[in-house]
């Protein structure tokens, strides 16, 4: 996902988004000891999302003060 597309998101949405993205991680994770997981790259690509979506909720945060 886009930062740009996620800008335009609302903070609760934002909010979702992050929990199902950390639930995707710890499944993707789970699967890789598994043996289930066929895209390792997948692994990075939602920890960059997360690490998107916290850094635009803390920009927003540090803008309200």
Same mark, same amino acid.
């Given at each position: 996902? +886009?930062?740009?597309? $996620? !800008?335009?998101?609302?903070?609760?949405?934002?909010? @979702?988004?992050?929990? =199902?993205? &950390?639930? +995707?991680?710890?499944? $993707? !994770?789970?699967?890789?000891?598994?043996?289930?997981? @066929?895209?390792?790259? =997948?692994? &990075?690509?939602?920890?960059?999302?997360?690490?998107?979506?916290?850094?635009?909720?803390?920009?927003?945060?540090?803008?309200?003060?």
């Amino acid at each position: 996902m +886009k930062a740009k597309e $996620l !800008r335009q998101k609302s903070d609760n949405e934002l909010e @979702k988004i992050l929990q =199902e993205k &950390r639930k +995707k991680l710890y499944q $993707l !994770r789970s699967d890789l000891v598994a043996g289930k997981v @066929k895209n390792v790259r =997948e692994i &990075r690509m939602v920890k960059k999302d997360i690490a998107r979506i916290l850094t635009i909720l803390n920009e927003r945060k540090l803008s309200k003060k």
